[in-house]
């Protein structure tokens, strides 16, 4: 991949992620009210010397601060981001166009230039002191430079969008940016301790086969809506070759997790839990429970593959629990089949792919605050 490209798709695609270092605030407001010039002004902002007392007087910090977001040039910086969204396109449907890619280079650095003041204006924040972040002027601008930040994310993926008419995203717009590839919509939102609306809806839990084409680089965070809809099912998984035991690749997820929530996948004495090494390679698990429990904060979903190895038929069980008591629970009866040239099978489903268990891949991932966290081969990356 063309070098500038990648990087400047690195910080495209991190600018949600950008923002998402900043500390909370705790403000409620998902977006600010944009001026008709289609800047981004900060309401509550305008203290002066004259109307302020020593409580409520800014300090230089938070000054500076809301002095840089209310200089961002909105529409520039949307108009650079769309139109490096539509030359990255373009050259990656013919690379070996020279004029394609010196369009994009220029787009690139059209693109870093626009967006500098973004970063700059983040870094002005780290400078405030922790209690005056909580003061009402700073939170106003902050919740403002968060709303610019999906905008810039909405003008990335979606380029042919109309041009930028200086209004914020709504709630629609930004769930579809940063929620948009969960299977069910979000009913509700909450301000996160980074900065981004957190989606909030009906939890539902699934577990069954974890198929190779769910959890891998190609398509991070993708779901399986079929096993969140189903309350049981069962599978039947051939023993490997020259074994007397089969190896069962799980999938558990979780949507709209409430916070402090836990699951806990329940095997029987009888199995090995088995992850992937580092060199991709499957070892037996000295502490299941790291593996079985998972504790959720401010995440909107999880998906997480786990390896069981099993000489007999089994059943598997995942408990979500919420923090106020209340639980789900879905069941996986595992069907080891000895039958020799036998192939992987699914009772309630069709075609399923065979995972090749003995490769590297993505084994977790969370969406928190919009973006996919991953742990791949069971390390954080």
């Not at 289609?38 to 305008?46: F, I, L, N, R």
């Not at 979903?301 to 069981?308: E, F, L």
């Not at 209340?326 to 069941?331: A, D, E, I, S």
Request: charged letters at 20%; proline letters at 6%.
């Amino acid at each position: 991949m063309h070098r500038k490209h990648t990087k400047l798709y690195r910080i495209a695609a991190g600018l949600l992620a950008g923002i998402c270092l900043l500390t909370g605030t705790g403000a409620t407001a998902l977006v600010a009210n944009a001026a008709p010039d289609g800047s981004a002004p900060v309401t509550a902002a305008t203290a002066t010397p004259e109307t302020a007392t020593p409580e409520t007087a800014l300090g230089p910090e938070a000054q500076a601060f809301i002095d840089a977001v209310n200089a961002l040039d909105r529409e520039s910086i949307l108009a650079a981001v769309r139109q490096w969204a539509i030359a990255s396109a373009a050259w990656q449907a013919d690379p070996d166009n020279a004029e394609l890619e010196e369009t994009l280079n220029k787009a690139i650095e059209a693109s870093d230039a626009a967006a500098a003041p973004v970063y700059a204006a983040e870094d002005l924040y780290y400078a405030i002191p922790e209690q005056e972040q909580q003061g009402d002027e700073v939170q106003a601008a902050y919740t403002a430079l968060a709303a610019l930040v999906a905008s810039m994310q909405l003008a990335m993926e979606q380029p042919e969008l109309p041009e930028d008419t200086g209004t914020p995203p709504d709630d629609n717009e930004m769930y579809e940016v940063l929620y948009g590839d969960l299977p069910d919509a979000p009913t509700g939102n909450y301000m996160g301790r980074y900065g981004l609306p957190v989606a909030t809806g009906d939890t539902r839990i699934g577990l069954s086969l974890w198929a190779e084409s769910l959890l891998t680089d190609e398509s991070t965070g993708r779901m399986d809506a079929d096993a969140l809809n189903a309350d049981s099912l069962t599978v039947t998984v051939p023993v490997e070759d020259g074994e007397d035991y089969a190896i069962v690749p799980i999938m558990l997820q979780v949507e709209y997790p409430a916070n402090n929530s836990t699951t806990q996948v329940i095997l029987p004495e009888n199995v090995t839990v088995l992850a992937l090494d580092s060199q991709g390679q499957l070892t037996t698990v000295e502490d299941p429970a790291s593996v079985l429990n998972a504790t959720y904060m401010e995440t909107s979903a999880a998906v997480t593959g786990i390896y069981v190895q099993a000489g007999e038929n089994f059943t598997a069980e995942l408990v979500y629990t919420a923090e106020d008591g209340t639980t789900l629970t879905k069941t996986l009866d595992v069907v080891v089949d000895r039958t020799p040239g036998n192939a992987m099978s699914v009772s309630t489903y069709e075609e399923r792919p065979v995972p090749d268990v003995l490769t590297g891949k993505i084994t977790s991932v969370q969406k928190v605050n919009g973006t996919w966290l991953i742990w791949f081969n069971g390390q954080e990356a």
